[in-house]
C-alpha cells in the first residue's frame, strides 16, 4: 500500500496497525477517528518504521486531532504524535502550542537533520528514536525526559542540555554513536543509568559543577578514557 485513505465512520485505529509498513506513502485520516494507537501506557507504534512516508492528513472536523504541514498533532497542537518518515524537509521547528513529543514520534526519519524543539518541555520514551541524518541535540526547555529518549541517534555528533530537567529517564542518549560532544547545564545532579552507554565516539566529558551520582552503565561502552574526563572546575 502507497496511500491509504481510511473511510469516515472509523473510530479507533490500533497499535501497529501500519508497523513496518515500508511502501506507504501517505495516509488521510477520517473526522471520525478519536483514538490512534496505544494510549493507555505509553506506546504507541502505529507507524513504526514506516520508512517511505511523506504525509499525514486529517479530515476537518476532527476534534481529536490535526495535520499541521503533513505532521499529526493532537487537535489542540499540544502533542506531536507522528512526523512522516520520508518527510523531505531536513529540518523541522515544533509548532508554538507543543509541549510534549509522544512515544516515536520522530522515529527513523530519513532526512531530518536538525529539529528546533521550541516550546516543548516534556519528551516521552523514545521521542526521538533512530533517526537516520540528525545531526544535533539542543534542549533549551526539556523538564522531563523519557527513557530512550534520544536513543540510536547514529549521525548525532552533539547534546546540548541548557537547564536540568526535572525528571530524566534510563539510557537517554544511548546508541548515538556518532556523539562527541556534550553540554551538561552546572546544575546536573545526576546522570541516570546508562545514559551514555554505547556512545563509542565520545571521549571527552566536562562533569556538571553539581553532579553528586552517575548512575549505571551510564557510560557502558561509551569512548571515554582515564585521563579524558575531566571535573568541572
Known sequence: LESVSILEGVESIGDRAFWNDFALKGITIPASVKKIGNTTDNSR??????????????????TAYKSVDGVLYTADGTTLIQYPQ????TSYKMIDEATKIDFLAFNYTQNLQTIDFNNVTEFADKAVYGNQALQEIVLKN?????????????EVTSVLLEKAPTTVG??????????????????MKELQDGMFAFCTALKTL?????????????FDKAGLT????SLQA
Open 45 to 62: 507504534e502505529v507507524f513504526y518504521q514506516c520508512y517511505a512516508l511523506e504525509n499525514i492528513s486529517v479530515s476537518n472536523g476532527n
Open 86 to 89: 520520508n518527510k523531505a524537509d
Open 142 to 154: 526539556a523538564a522531563s525526559l523519557g527513557n530512550q529518549a534520544f536513543s540510536g541517534n547514529r
Open 170 to 187: 534510563e539510557s537517554v542518549f544511548s546508541s548515538c554513536a556518532s556523539l562527541a560532544n556534550v553540554t551538561l547545564p552546572d546544575d
Open 206 to 218: 566536562k562533569f556538571p559543577a553539581q553532579l553528586n551520582r552517575i548512575g549505571k552503565a551510564c
Open 226 to 229: 582515564g585521563d579524558l574526563v
